[in-house]
């Protein structure tokens, strides 16, 4: 059911992470733990080398430590004292733009976002990112990691969180993006509700997850809902639409914290970039870091299956795009 005639779009951006703290960054977060300077600029170099524009933090913070000095919570012992610094740093050299985010402050469920703990921790987070990093050329916008679940609607809760994270971020850094990545887009529909949620919503992006590694829809329904999305995002421009694609799978039980990601295989990765190309501004991933590793790097995790993925992807790149590649 594809649009067979239409180009397959190239990753143009993915989610990143310092650190995480339980397994599903397994194959790749004792790397970043390890890494020294050189290593860190090379890691954004390896995406930047292949046309990609945005790094999108997963997270500042998670399980009460912060990976920089902050006033708030403890830090992370990692081999180097600054590794946002230095991440800041590389995509400033090489042209990428960095989505910051301010969580996870502590370990709240959604439904305490609202709690003035929880208001103050995320608030002082941006102060401090703002304070340390701001005067970065790459420092380019805000993403808001609490997901939403579209059921086919945004729960109020979450249009307000977002909200008034926009509002407060806009007082510090008044000329960044904002976007969001909710999931449950098999649920997608355009109707007058959610159409004014949309134009309600402040964010700029809207990155749908295409839940393909979460087996929550095949690919065919990931093109039906995206063409779905296609047509809302129409009616309201303002809310540029682009796609979250998961390039994982697991490697034991799925969707549990427990088990870690790893590569999915390269055909059905395509298919996921051919269902949502037609439809999409740009695409994302979660994620190209750790899942796809450049053996020749000296970045290289280690990490075999992820040097498949490098190599798959790139020969298609290769073929398909050859206009992506960078020279630095």
Sequence with gaps: MFMSNYPIKPIEGSWFSVYWDDKRHFYWNDACMKYNAEQWDAIIRDMALLGQEYIIMCNVAIGGRCIYDSKLLSKVQMAVDDPMELVFKAADKYGMKIFMTNDYFKNFTFDEVFLPESVKGRNMICEEI????????????WYWAWEAYIGPYFDEHFIRY???????????TPNAKFLTAPYGTKNAVCDDKFLSQL???DVDIIAYQDTVGCFAMDTDQSEKSFEILRKAHDKVPQRKLWADVETFDWEGKDNVKETPLIPATFERLERQLRAVSPYVDKILVFIFEGLFSNPDSIAFTGYGEAARYYKEYTEWLSKHHPDMFKKF
């Design 130 to 141: 703002v304070a340390r990093y701001g005067h970065h050329k790459s420092f380019y916008g």
């Design 199 to 201: 134009d309600k919503l």
């Design 162 to 172: 977002i909200n008034e994270s926009s509002a407060f971020a806009r007082t510090l």
